[in-house]
């Protein structure tokens, strides 16, 4: 079983890039609640970290991963692990994608990226491959050069100018 759920929110003319990211990280543990409740009859759990940070709650098979960008939550919920993310597909210039392309991305993806007809799309979906991924495992950030996603499947939502992966 998988669900995933998106919501967009509004800032409401907050400023502070700070107070922006805790709506979002509000919003986003709601919504986690609100899809416990409905699938799990699960109601208000006590959220745990692993060593890495990434949260859990202490209840067999249940599986959850959070995300949040530029006014838009999502979560996934399953009876296994499972991974998402979302990113707002903005204007990045090529120089950007190249630059974290030799930082970040192995050299599967560098190909893959640089045959791709829309080269900022292939970025995004190579990006969020890893970022779910990451969720998945409950890995870091230094995860990301040993993540291949090429060698991967991964699930996509396209939604106005947001892409969401979730990795199962």
């Known amino acids: 079983m998988l ?3 998106y919501k967009k ?17 509000n919003s986003a543990y709601e919504l986690l609640n609100k899809m ?17 940070g990434k949260p859990y709650i202490n209840v067999p098979n249940v599986h959850f991963s959070i995300s949040h960008t530029n006014e838009l939550v999502v979560c996934a919920i399953s009876n296994h692990p499972v991974g998402i993310d979302a990113e707002r597909l903005t204007r990045r210039t090529d120089v950007r994608i190249d630059s974290f392309a030799k930082r970040y991305f192995t050299e599967n ?5 640089e045959s791709a007809s829309d080269k900022r799309m292939a970025f995004y979906k190579i990006w969020c491959g890893k970022e779910a991924t990451i969720k998945k495992l409950g890995g870091t ?4 050069k040993k993540i291949d996603t090429t060698m991967e499947n991964f699930q996509y939502i396209y939604m106005d100018d947001y892409i969401i992966c979730i990795k199962i």
């Open 36 to 52: 416990l409740g409905e699938h799990f009859n699960i109601y208000n759990p006590e959220i745990l970290k692993t060593h890495n």
């Open 141 to 144: 950030i230094s995860y990301l």
């Open 9 to 25: 929110i509004n800032y409401d003319g907050l400023k502070l890039a700070r107070e922006r990211k805790l709506l979002e990280h």
């Open 3 to 5: 669900k995933v759920e």
């Open 109 to 113: 993806e560098r190909k893959l990226l």
